[in-house]
């Protein structure tokens, strides 16, 4: 196990991505029965905690497909991906990028020929940006990369390993589903599309169709007000603007440093403050 617990991080570049905040978020999480991660994107923090009971969920489909090709059918992904990064080209890009244009051909895919996809145009689009258009076909373009890395077959093992031999509960779905049977000493960790930051930029809520706009943000803080209520603690990132300070006062805020790009395109990285809510003292 222990040899695969180094390989345990992300196989998804993913917006958001919390590898760089672990040392600021696994040692705040408390004691806890069941871990519940809604958003869980990129799932950094459930595979830096590795817990042994735990909800995951997300309602990006192709996403929660693929975590559960990797469990299920991790030789057969890491044999499809192989193919994809012999076949690399700009034209092959835009060749599977197409498959989706045509919803019957694409529902006749298997759901590991759809993990082998949606990875391959992970790691190889423009920074790894996910991003569908009003008819939910992916549309982001073709990265700029030398040698970008499309399958690392000892991580998808990992993660393989850990998700088998553990009791994770993958879901697809709003995330208010996915707690719908949560008990008190149950710990939630929320990541969810950030709420721009005051300067204008963006970049970080264009996740899906549905955006996540003031007034889901506001339903999300009823939620963690009832989990409070339910006695599950909770633990919540966002961006450190006032609408989301304002929201949470009643709770402890704690700022963080992550690097994140400024724009989508410019590549350049600083730093920006990020808000850790919790709803007990750290
Ligand atoms: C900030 S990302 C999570 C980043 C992740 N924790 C990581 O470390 O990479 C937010 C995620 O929430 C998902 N999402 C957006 N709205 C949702 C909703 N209403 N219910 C469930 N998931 C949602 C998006 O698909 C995205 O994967």
């Not at 992970?122 to 982001?140: A, E, K, P, Q």
């Not at 989990?227 to 603007?241: E, H, P, R």
């Not at 009643?250 to 994140?260: C, L, P």
Request: proline share 5%.
């Amino acid at each position: 196990m222990e040899e695969f617990e180094e390989k345990l991080s992300p196989v998804f570049k993913w917006g958001g991505g919390k590898r760089q905040l672990l040392t600021e978020i696994l040692p705040k999480i408390p004691p806890h029965t069941r871990y519940y991660e809604p958003f869980i994107g990129g799932a950094a923090v459930l595979l830096g905690l590795k817990p042994e009971y735990a909800v995951i969920n997300d309602f990006n489909e192709e996403l929660v497909n693929t975590y559960k090709v990797i469990r299920d059918n991790p030789e057969e992904l890491i044999q499809l991906l192989e193919q994809h990064r012999e076949n690399n080209s700009v034209d092959y890009f835009y060749e599977i990028r197409a498959w989706d244009r045509n919803p019957e051909t694409y529902a006749l895919l298997s759901n590991i020929q759809k993990a082998a996809r949606t990875l391959y145009l992970n790691r190889t689009c423009f920074n790894g940006l996910y991003r569908v258009n009003s008819h939910g076909f992916f549309n982001t373009p073709c990265g700029k990369y030398k040698n970008p890395e499309i399958v690392n077959a000892e991580r998808i093992r990992a993660i393989h390993e850990y998700l088998s031999s553990n009791r994770i509960d993958i879901r697809c779905g709003d995330y208010k589903e996915a707690l719908k049977y949560i008990r008190p000493g149950a710990f939630v960790y929320f990541d969810p599309p950030y709420m721009p930051p005051e300067n204008g930029d963006d970049t970080f809520t264009q996740y899906t169709v549905d955006g996540f706009d003031e007034e889901r943000q506001k339903e999300l803080k009823a939620v963690c007000d009832r989990l409070t209520a339910k006695g599950v603690k909770f633990m919540l990132s966002n961006s450190c603007c006032g609408f989301i300070k304002e929201l949470y006062k009643d709770y402890h805020i704690e700022i963080v440093q992550a690097r994140r790009n400024i724009s989508a395109d410019s590549g350049k990285r600083i730093l920006i403050d990020e808000v850790l809510v919790t709803n007990y003292e750290v």
